[in-house]
Structures are given as structure tokens and as C-alpha cells.
């Protein structure tokens, strides 16, 4: 496999608390260039952006947007990632259960009762690539910093439609990411489900969860054409999420059982009882 890839992650600018030798731990992560997970994680990408385009994620709304699959609490849908391991993923190789209980204990430990372990649901099947991954708007071209962004998107019928395939693409400039189609996975799937179910969250978390996939926008620099005022002012919170998101991962997997109590109090104050999926 030949692929055209990035280099290391940049987000660690966004992280000017770090000690330089950790950091350069950190800079390991995200990691596009080698490893023993390439493969998959290429060939993840490969059919993700063949196949993301404005008419498949307009049916993905249509397909989810009543949110009649199942009813089952958080806590119940946090066991369903059990069975899911992140093929997009080249960090980890192990149930997306456990990162999501290290992505809320890291910002437990720095923002008490802010964190949650909720992340990477979609309940109805569907292959990893409409599930997992960076994110990105359809309907206009991709931008540099996307994953393998020069050896995956050939076979993508929008970008040889003239209405999709520019900068702009059928967007205005500066039309808010609100109005912008992202390509379909777990973040926008969460943030149409927490509505849908009327969670108690504050506007930020809403937002951190549309966008927290989106590295191409809060970590990448690019986009920023589309971007509102609104935009820019959430772009902080999406940051400082992601410096747990990304940069908990380890092999070291927590007790989730000693766990679920504190999470279940913080569930039954924002987000109680049977939700509908």
C-alpha cells in the first residue's frame, strides 16, 4: 500500500502545558506514516471517502432521524462498545468501551463533572467507515489536512459534480459549520440523538460533540471559509476536549465497574432514564 499521509499530529500546539519529554511521547499518536495498524486503518479511510457523499448522508438523516431502533439507557448503549473496536483508529486495538471511560476519566481528574462516557454510538448496523474516523463537510472539496487526503478520494462521485467539488463547493463563505453537512458517523448520529432525547447539557457539549471528530477544522487549521463568529468562539472547547479524547488512550484499561456509580449520578442529572436510539 502507497498512501500520502500527514505527518504528526499537530494538536500538540494546542497544548502548551505539556513537558517536552512527554511530549514527545504524545507526538506518537495519530501516527497516518506506519505501524502495524495501517492497513486497516487505510483501507478504512479508503472506503469512508469513497463513498461520504451529500446524497448518502442525507439518507443517513432520513434513516436515524426518528430515533426508533432500540430504547435503552446510556449506560446500556456504553456496553454495546464492547463489541466495537476502531478500525479508523491506529492508537488502539482494543473495545472502544474502555477509552470511553479513559476519555472521561482524564476530564474528570481536569474538569470535575464534565466528563462523560458516552462517545462512538450508532445503534442500528452499519459498517465501520459511517461510524468511526475524522470527519469532514461533503459537498465541497476536501481540504489538505484530512487523513490520506491525496489517495482516497478518486472514487468519491461528488468531486466530479461541479456543484461539489470546489472550494465552497454548494456552501456560502462563512455559513456556520450549523448549516454545513458533515459526513456521517458517531458524532453527528450523538448530537441528533441528545437533542432528539432533550439531554440537560450546556450548548458547549453539544457542540464538542458534533465536532470533536472533525480534525481537520480544529486541529488541522482548514475550513475555516465556512466558519461563523459562533464558530470560532466554540473552537476552544472542541480543543480542550480533544486533549482527552486523543491523548488518554493506553493500554492500561481501567476498572469500569468501580466506575459506573460516579457516571450513573452524572447520567441521572443530564441524561436519565430509557432514551430512545
Given at each position: 500500500?502507497?498512501?500520502?499521509?500527514?505527518?504528526?499530529?499537530?494538536?500538540?500546539?494546542?497544548?502548551?502545558?505539556?513537558?517536552?519529554?512527554?511530549?514527545?511521547?504524545?507526538?506518537?499518536?495519530?501516527?497516518?506514516?506506519?505501524?502495524?495498524?495501517?492497513?486497516?486503518?487505510?483501507?478504512?479511510?479508503?472506503?469512508?471517502?469513497?463513498?461520504?457523499?451529500?446524497?448518502?448522508?442525507?439518507?443517513?438523516?432520513?434513516?436515524?432521524?426518528?430515533?426508533?431502533?432500540?430504547?435503552?439507557?446510556?449506560?446500556?448503549?456504553?456496553?454495546?462498545?464492547?463489541?466495537?473496536?476502531?478500525?479508523?483508529?491506529?492508537?488502539?486495538?482494543?473495545?472502544?468501551?474502555?477509552?470511553?471511560?479513559?476519555?472521561?476519566?482524564g476530564i474528570r481528574r481536569a474538569h470535575p463533572d464534565k466528563g462523560g462516557p458516552a462517545r462512538h454510538m450508532q445503534v442500528a448496523p452499519?459498517?465501520?467507515?459511517?461510524?468511526?474516523?475524522?470527519?469532514?463537510?461533503?459537498?465541497?472539496?476536501?481540504?489538505?489536512?484530512?487523513?490520506?487526503?491525496?489517495?482516497?478520494?478518486?472514487?468519491?462521485?461528488?468531486?466530479?459534480?461541479?456543484?461539489?467539488?470546489?472550494?465552497?463547493?454548494?456552501?456560502?463563505?462563512?455559513?456556520?459549520?450549523?448549516?454545513?453537512?458533515?459526513?456521517?458517523?458517531?458524532?453527528?448520529?450523538?448530537?441528533?440523538?441528545?437533542?432528539?432525547?432533550?439531554?440537560?447539557?450546556?450548548?458547549?457539549?453539544?457542540?464538542?460533540?458534533?465536532?470533536?471528530?472533525?480534525?481537520?477544522?480544529?486541529?488541522?487549521?482548514?475550513?475555516?471559509?465556512?466558519?461563523?463568529?459562533?464558530?470560532?468562539?466554540?473552537?476552544?472547547?472542541?480543543?480542550?476536549?480533544?486533549?482527552?479524547?486523543?491523548?488518554?488512550?493506553?493500554?492500561?484499561?481501567?476498572?469500569?465497574?468501580?466506575?459506573?456509580?460516579?457516571?450513573?449520578?452524572?447520567?441521572?442529572?443530564?441524561?436519565?432514564?430509557?432514551?430512545?436510539?
Amino acid at each position: 500500500m502507497k498512501a500520502a499521509v500527514q505527518g504528526p499530529d499537530p494538536s500538540l500546539v494546542y497544548r502548551p502545558d505539556v513537558d517536552p519529554e512527554v511530549a514527545k511521547d504524545k507526538g506518537s499518536f495519530r501516527n497516518y506514516r506506519s505501524g502495524p495498524l495501517l492497513d486497516r486503518v487505510f483501507a478504512t479511510y479508503k472506503l469512508m471517502h469513497a463513498q461520504q457523499t451529500v446524497d448518502f448522508v442525507r439518507k443517513k438523516h432520513a434513516q436515524f432521524g426518528a430515533f426508533s431502533y432500540k430504547k435503552m439507557t446510556v449506560l446500556e448503549a456504553v456496553d454495546m462498545l464492547d463489541r466495537l473496536v476502531d478500525e479508523s483508529d491506529p492508537d488502539v486495538d482494543f473495545p472502544n468501551s474502555f477509552h470511553a471511560f479513559q476519555t472521561a476519566e482524564g476530564i474528570r481528574r481536569a474538569h470535575p463533572d464534565k466528563g462523560g462516557p458516552a462517545r462512538h454510538m450508532q445503534v442500528a448496523p452499519c459498517p465501520q467507515w459511517a461510524v468511526v474516523g475524522d470527519t469532514f463537510p461533503v459537498g465541497c472539496r476536501p481540504q489538505a489536512s484530512v487523513v490520506f487526503c491525496d489517495s482516497t478520494f478518486q472514487d468519491n462521485p461528488d468531486l466530479q459534480d461541479p456543484r461539489y467539488s470546489t472550494e465552497l463547493g454548494m456552501y456560502q463563505p462563512h455559513c456556520g459549520l450549523e448549516n454545513v453537512l458533515m459526513s456521517w458517523g458517531h458524532d453527528e448520529y450523538m448530537y441528533q440523538m441528545m437533542k432528539f432525547n432533550k439531554f440537560s447539557l450546556p450548548q458547549e457539549a453539544f457542540y464538542i460533540i458534533r465536532f470533536h471528530s472533525f480534525y481537520p477544522w480544529h486541529t488541522g487549521g482548514d475550513y475555516r471559509q465556512l466558519c461563523s463568529e459562533r464558530d470560532l468562539a466554540m473552537l476552544p472547547w472542541v480543543q480542550e476536549f480533544n486533549k482527552f479524547d486523543l491523548y488518554t488512550k493506553s493500554p492500561e484499561l481501567p476498572d469500569v465497574n468501580t466506575l459506573r456509580p460516579y457516571y450513573q449520578g452524572l447520567i441521572d442529572k443530564y441524561c436519565p432514564g430509557v432514551l430512545s436510539w
